[in-house]
């Protein structure tokens, strides 16, 4: 197994440009999430999803949209991209259940020029 | 929804030295507790776990402790290596739509000197 992938690892994006950070996971979870990691701020979710077409908003959900289309990929997309959204983006996948382990992606540092 | 304190946010020791960390949550219908550790520059990954139905559990050089009453649960590394140089998390989880979405603390750096 694969576990949870992200891609890009690296990306640098001028202000006002849009882009998707890609995640998969192969192990049929249903719950998947969007973190960013700030320092100093630690893990902050932006979107997570309990299963295929339900998506809902974290503690920081402005300036990013989601979908859920398949239990596998859940893509999290910059519209307009700021400055602020300069982090380390983790994408994190689980069964959902009360006892769950959160298994984390590899990460993508975006950069917003 | 659940609010997760972490202190402290960094902390330095000695090699051998002892090291916990702390955090509090406010939900008291909370029941489990797990500790991520994130070496640098790689993704969080559990390291151990604790429910609410047993107050301490250890792994080797670690352990977890909960107070359920107090609401907080402690990590404890005791003989400190510089391989234990990293971030580490707590999280509690708070029911969402159906499905358990955990709160992470701020996250505490722990730097080990040889």
């Known amino acids: 197994n694969a576990g949870v992938t992200q891609t890009p690892k690296f990306q640098v994006l001028k202000t006002g440009q849009s882009m998707t950070l890609q995640c998969a996971q192969d192990m049929n979870h249903e719950y998947m999430s969007w973190y960013r990691q700030d320092p100093g701020m630690g893990l902050r979710l932006i979107h997570y999803?309990?299963?295929?077409?339900?998506?809902d908003q974290g503690e920081v959900p402005n300036g990013y949209n989601v979908s859920r289309s398949t239990t596998e990929d859940f893509p999290l997309r910059l519209l307009s991209a700021a400055p602020s959204q300069t982090s380390v983006y983790f994408c994190?996948?689980?069964?959902?259940?009360?006892?769950?382990?959160?298994?984390f992606g590899p990460g993508t540092r975006l950069t917003v020029l | 929804g659940e609010n997760v304190e972490q202190h402290p946010s960094t902390l330095s020791v000695q090699e051998g030295d002892s090291a916990v960390i702390k955090c509090t949550y406010s939900?008291?219908?909370?029941?489990?507790f797990p500790w991520y550790k994130q070496e640098l520059g790689k993704r969080p990954q559990l390291i151990i776990d604790i429910r609410s139905n047993v107050g301490e559990k250890k792994d080797q050089r670690i352990a977890v402790t909960l107070n359920k009453t107090a609401k907080h649960f402690s990590l404890h590394i005791t003989e400190t290596q510089p391989e234990d140089s990293a971030v580490y998390f707590c999280a509690a989880p708070g029911l969402a739509g159906g499905s358990y979405i955990p709160t992470f603390g701020r996250g505490t750096s722990l730097i080990v000197h040889p």
């Open positions: 939900d008291s219908a909370s029941n489990y």
């Open positions: 994190a996948s689980s069964d959902g259940s009360i006892y769950n382990e959160q298994f």
């Open positions: 999803s309990v299963g295929a077409g339900i998506t």
